[in-house]
């Protein structure tokens, strides 16, 4: 019987270690499959027969021990290695490598199966699916707003390659940048009046620049508020040698003020050098909103010819701040809105909103002023004369298109604290930072992230979310069947597929233009074949042998 034992013991190990050997076969053979996870045999004995059994110690002997013959070995488990693969990119969109323990759900025929291998294509339909069977993948579809539904339910992966963008009309823009602290002002701050007037004592009353009175030199002055004034200059000399200015403002036409601003002042010249000693005086008016300074510093009384002129603000010339922003109609038409910037005073700037008359009309209201803090960010928005009290302010223009387009209102945001318009040294640049509006568009491209979002990107620019991919985990890999097609199914002991987004909750995120591929290492491999093969020819030199003994106990009989 002994004999018999060893000889079924041996042939268990043979059978035992070919199961091995197909193992690692199947292991080798699918070394460059995507997605394959590698098995592993392991091994235990099977029952043991006693030849005696063990007994206690006694007050008068010790115990003594059990004696058994094994009777061979059995496989214990044929188990799945789920370690992660490593990717390879492909740079096709649609494949898909998962970096994380979840799997693609995919259905087929009704039928729900699980797979790590996503070399996956759209088909005819639009449908992502798996290319070699038509499995479709599962997930969710975004709705018409690119927002990815709520919960679990699973929907395949559908994307029409067809599908457009209507067009969204422009109903806010977002503006940022800074304005020049520094900038030359509008507002007229002070006049500089240069030149010479003759040294001599004349026989009768001179006049400059004219023959009479009535001829004086017109310059461009401007109030607070930037609006244009014409400064009226002229110089009389009498018969004594003294030379008077005269002055008056009108308004941009030249017609007089309903309350005049009229002055002179007579000039003092230092007998030596020629230059003017007059003091220099302040022009003020309440209503009209005028406050400059009056220089004579630069005027000398020299015997050369009278030659004077007005120098606004040192010869310095505003510049506007400029920038525009395309934005849409209705019916997608592009327009170009433009914001004109004029630094008035200090921290006080105008703005004002237009737009090509091809393009159609503003509102009359599409003009303000911005005030900034003593930090250089906007304290307050001004509209129309009045203040914007939104919060934050938001000046709003209407907009009303010459294409026949919708008649529509846009929010010019100019942003709040250092996000927004700023006032600081720095040299002026303004730029819009976004528009909400769009033309309408057709799907060009396709983009998956880590999170399993197919976003699709239209023609216009812009991009959408389509759907999202979902994945699958399980408390048990290994309680997993395969099904062929890199597939598996749910058997016993698996446990319930949880069914999460890539990302946080899954722990599970997906590399686009990449596939991952087989864990199967094969050094480990061939250094398990040769264990096998040892294995297997230990046992057949077992089977041998115990055959050789049986032999020589038949001849006995001889």
């Known amino acids: 019987m002994a004999l018999l034992n060893s000889l079924f013991a041996g042939v268990s190990g043979l059978r035992n270690h070919q199961s091995m050997m197909d193992v690692i076969g199947n292991n080798i053979a699918n070394v460059n499959t995507i997605g394959y996870k590698g098995s592993r045999v392991t091994f235990s004995d099977t029952f043991n027969q006693f030849v005696k059994a063990g007994t206690n110690p006694t007050s008068s002997s010790g115990g003594t021990n059990s004696f058994q013959v094994g009777l061979g070995m059995k496989v214990n488990s044929i188990d799945r290695n789920w370690n992660q693969g490593t990717f390879e990119r492909t740079g096709i969109t649609t494949d898909l490598a998962l970096q994380g323990p979840g799997m693609f759900i995919l259905k ?94 004349p026989a009768a009353t001179q006049y400059y620049p004219g023959p009479a009175d009535t001829d004086f030199s017109i310059s461009t002055i401007c109030n607070k508020d930037g609006d244009e004034y014409q400064l009226w200059s002229r110089y009389e000399e009498t018969t004594a040698g003294a030379w008077t200015y005269h002055y008056e403002i009108r308004d941009d036409a030249g017609a007089a003020l309903t309350t005049p601003i009229t002055g002179s002042q007579a000039l003092a010249f230092n007998a030596t050098s020629g230059a003017c000693t007059s003091t220099q005086i302040t022009i003020s008016d309440a209503v009209e909103k005028i406050d400059y300074k009056l220089n004579f510093s630069s005027i000398t009384n020299l015997n050369a010819d009278t030659n004077v002129i007005s120098r606004i603000d040192k010869g ?8 525009s922003v395309t934005i849409f109609d209705s019916l997608g038409n592009p327009h170009t809105l433009s914001i004109k910037y004029d630094h008035i005073d200090n921290n006080r700037w105008s703005w004002t909103a237009s737009i090509p008359a091809t393009s159609g009309t503003l509102s009359s209201d599409s003009a303000g002023e911005l005030m900034f803090d003593p930090n250089g960010t906007i304290q307050s928005v001004w509209q129309n004369g009045s203040q914007v009290t939104s919060s934050p ?137 040769i264990v096998s093969q040892r294995g297997f020819q230990a046992n057949a030199r077992v089977v041998t042998t115990a055959d050789t003994l049986l032999q020589e106990i038949t001849n006995l009989i001889r």
């Open 393 to 529: 302010p938001i000046p709003e223009v209407t907009f009303t298109p010459a294409s026949g387009a919708e008649v529509q209102p846009i929010d010019l945001n100019f942003g709040q604290g250092t996000a927004g318009v700023t006032q600081t040294n720095l040299t002026s640049q303004i730029a819009a930072l976004s528009q909400n509006g769009s033309a309408s568009a057709a799907l060009s491209n396709l983009n998956i992230d880590q999170y399993g979002n197919i976003i699709g990107i239209f023609s216009n620019g812009n991009s959408r979310t389509l759907a999202q991919i979902m994945v699958a985990t399980f408390k048990n890999l290994n309680g997993l069947v395969s099904v062929g097609d890199n597939m598996y199914n749910v058997a016993a002991n698996a446990g319930e597929p949880r069914i999460d987004s890539p990302g946080e909750n899954s722990v599970t995120t997906i590399q686009s233009g990449a596939l991952e591929q087989s864990n199967v290492d094969l050094s480990e491999e061939f250094t398990r074949m």
């Open 108 to 201: 087929s025929n009704g039928q729900q199966f699980y797979s790590r291998a996503g070399a996956y294509i759209f088909d005819a339909d639009g449908k992502l699916v798996n290319p070699q069977n038509g499995a479709i993948v599962q997930g969710k579809v975004a709705n018409g707003l690119g927002e990815i539904p709520a919960g679990t339910t699973l929907q395949d992966i559908v994307i029409d390659k067809n599908l457009r963008l209507p067009a969204v009309k422009t109903s806010e823009t977002t503006w940022g940048g800074n304005l020049q602290s520094s900038s030359a002002t509008i507002r007229t701050d002070i006049v500089e009046l240069v030149g010479n007037l003759k040294l001599e004592t």
């Open 316 to 323: 310095e010339t505003p510049e506007p701040v400029l920038s």
